[in-house]
């Protein structure tokens, strides 16, 4: 665990305690599901250029070839 810190890389809501957090590496912490602790975006987020029907979270969790494949009224992304 050489890249442990004193801090948490958590960007959002956790279960996971505090002190524990502080103390795992940023590698593990990214590992967990955002829905337990919430890291941010896994694929640098949402490429999208406008309003989208698709789901925020599906935004982020799709690489960017994916998001680009859809009609632009349904997720803009040009």
């Not at 665990?1 to 505090?18: F, I, L, W, Y």
């Not at 337990?36 to 960017?64: E, I, M, R, W, Y």
């Amino acid at each position: 665990m050489s890249d442990s810190t004193t801090r948490s890389h958590a960007t959002g809501d956790s279960v996971v305690p505090q002190k524990l957090q502080e103390k795992l590496p940023a590698g593990v912490e990214k590992a967990v599901p955002n829905v337990l602790h919430d890291t941010g975006p896994t694929d640098g987020g949402s490429h999208a250029t406008g309003d989208s029907a698709v789901p925020k979270a599906a935004q982020n969790a799709v690489p960017k070839g994916a998001e680009e494949a859809l009609p632009d009224k349904v997720h803009p992304t040009n």
